[in-house]
């Protein structure tokens, strides 16, 4: 059975015979024109000129026949009489159907049912036939597509300028499907939000003191009183922005030093790799060590000062464990901004008798202030859209407080609470979520934009 990897394969082999073709044709011209006049684009570019006439029609065409010819099997499947023992409810049919075709594919080796078992049969021929025709006139177009390139050559032809003008189109249509994307979450989250507030006032939402959301209740006049996010904000804030950034910054900003300025380079090259390991650590791990080892140890102090029953979930355990794993974020932002000092600068402070620390205190930390500072929003940007620590060690509760050895919940444990379960989808607590996103959302977009701000009206250029 022709799959859809099979037909990608098909079309870069039909590519990759196109190339050499064409890069051969290329050599010929070169022996035929020397003396003659010069040839206009190197061999690779004729190659790859006549590479892209095969490929590129054929891979489009492959990626749209594997997408409708599952639909025209079972089609074809449903039209004879193996689909007539199917039931007629919508549901038993579609499950029945979808079993029959993980059977046809091979994602399982039998069916429960023995109507999906009967049918995986037919539907698996289906496939073969409609993989075939999708195999000959995928080489079809290729082969097609791959002559006219050929035929195209010639010693002045202009493969480079054109070979040129197809990969600025591929970038283009790169840079505009993140361009496009971001557009999308930022129309979805408008349009949800603007559905929340249309139950909700924004002035109830962003200033309300009390959140208490219930995804069973009935919308009512006192809807708004149960959605105050203001303890949702403080708690995001009081552990991503203070509490994991008195981790952060002190100790990503002295191994900065330590390693640019103190370190020898045997001790770098192991320490820095070492450091980096912090930012590739899944967030469930550090949720599971916050939940395990910090908020039992955090719970143990708060007993030993005096604090009566206190609890194992706190934003102290959850903020300390966040900015252990944003240490590499601002610690690789500072080692940058201050190994880019010249040189010049250290010698010229030792020079005039400032020692080692007063070098670093005077001369290195202000000249390389501008990149610091856009690292420490940045990690700021990505300690308040943490997840999975604050679920599993800070808890649910909305608490606008600030003792650290409370719990306290924050914008992206809500997000995740109101977006589960089986309430309506048109049900203001489901629809909480997207308003409650749409600030997370414009609050990391102003950081951001702060701290590239701050990068570009502070940087100074040294010679």
Do not use: C
């Amino acid at each position: 059975m022709v799959t859809a990897p099979v037909l990608f394969l098909l079309v870069f082999g039909l590519g990759l015979i196109a190339w050499l073709a064409g890069r051969a044709r290329a050599w010929t011209f070169r022996k035929s024109a020397a003396g003659k006049g010069a040839v206009h684009s190197l061999p690779a570019y004729h190659g790859w000129y006549a590479a892209l006439w095969a490929a590129v029609p054929a891979f489009v065409f492959a990626a749209v026949w594997s997408s409708i010819a599952p639909n025209l099997a079972m089609q074809q499947v449903l039209a004879g009489p193996a689909a007539a023992a199917l039931p007629v409810m919508d549901m038993e049919r579609g499950a029945i159907l979808a079993e029959a075709l993980s059977v046809a594919t091979g994602a399982q080796y039998g069916a429960f049912n023995p109507i999906a078992q009967q049918l995986a049969g037919p539907i698996k021929q289906a496939l073969a036939h409609y993989g075939t025709i999708g195999a000959v006139l995928t080489a079809a177009l290729g082969l097609i597509g791959g002559t006219f390139g050929l035929l195209r050559l010639r010693p002045d032809f202009t493969a480079r300028t054109r070979v040129e003008r197809v990969v600025m189109g591929f970038l283009l249509i790169a840079s505009l499907v993140a361009i496009l994307t971001t557009l999308g979450i930022v129309a979805s989250l408008v349009f949800e939000a603007s559905r929340f507030f249309q139950i909700v006032s924004p002035a109830d939402f962003l200033f309300g003191t009390h959140w208490s959301p219930d995804p069973t209740a009935a919308s009512g006049a006192d809807t708004g009183e149960t959605y105050g996010a203001i303890p949702l904000f403080w708690g995001t804030l009081f552990i991503g922005a203070i509490i994991a950034m008195v981790v952060a910054i002190p100790l990503g900003l002295m191994s900065a030093i330590y390693l640019t300025q103190y370190a020898s380079p045997r001790v770098r090259r192991w320490m820095k790799p070492l450091l980096e390991i912090l930012a590739g650590i899944p967030t469930v791990v550090y949720g599971y060590f916050a939940a395990l080892t910090v908020a039992p140890l955090v719970r143990d102090f708060a007993s030993a000062i005096g604090i009566a029953n206190p609890s194992t979930e706190s934003a102290l355990a959850a903020g300390l464990v966040m900015g252990v794993m944003i240490i590499p974020f601002v610690s690789s932002m500072a080692d940058d901004s201050i190994a880019a000092v010249p040189q010049a600068m250290r010698d010229g402070s030792l020079a005039m008798g400032a020692t080692t620390s007063e070098t670093i205190k005077k001369v290195l930390v202000p000249a390389a202030l501008p990149g610091i500072v856009g690292g420490v929003m940045l990690a700021v940007s990505r300690a308040i859209g943490e997840t999975m620590i604050v679920v599993m060690a800070a808890g649910a509760a909305a608490n606008l407080t600030a003792n650290p050895f409370e719990s306290m919940t924050t914008v992206t444990y809500q997000i995740v609470q109101m977006l589960t379960g089986e309430q309506s989808f048109d049900h203001p607590a489901t629809l909480s979520a997207f308003a409650l996103g749409l600030v997370l959302f414009l609050v990391t977009l102003l950081l951001n934009i702060i701290a590239l701000r701050v990068v570009k009206r502070y940087r100074e250029a040294y010679e």
